[in-house]
């Protein structure tokens, strides 16, 4: 065979997914108690528990949770936590009981 014209081998390109998964996304059930002690550019620790089948992960501050977070990125995160992956979630924006996060590797 002749001639596929891409050179063939292998690409370059760093193929660890977890050390760039991140997404922006609101926190689903908050916690008002928690959301009243925060401020733009916080972290809270990023928390993955299986229960079952499914996947919760949820924002932690001081051992309280001030959030879940139900982005696309769970079951991805939830397999780069078990390969020893660290995550937090920054406080972008606070707005009465909405909080906007942008989860991203530790």
């Not at 690409?11 to 660890?16: A, G, L, R």
């Not at 689903?28 to 916080?42: A, E, F, H, T």
């Not at 995160?77 to 020893?84: D, K, R, S």
């Not at 920054?90 to 909080?99: S, T």
């Amino acid at each position: 065979m002749s001639g596929s014209g891409g050179g063939g081998g292998w690409v370059d390109q760093p193929t660890d997914d977890c050390a760039r998964l991140a997404q922006q996304t609101t926190l689903n059930s908050p916690n008002r108690m928690v959301l009243s002690g925060l401020q733009k550019g916080d972290l809270l620790e990023v928390r993955v528990s299986k229960i079952g089948r499914g996947v919760v992960v949820e924002a932690v501050r001081n051992n309280q949770v001030a959030g879940s977070i139900t982005s696309s990125i769970i079951q991805k995160l939830a397999e780069c936590v078990e390969n020893g992956y660290e995550y937090v979630a920054e406080v972008l924006d606070i707005q009465g009981g909405a909080c906007r996060i942008h989860v991203r590797v530790k």
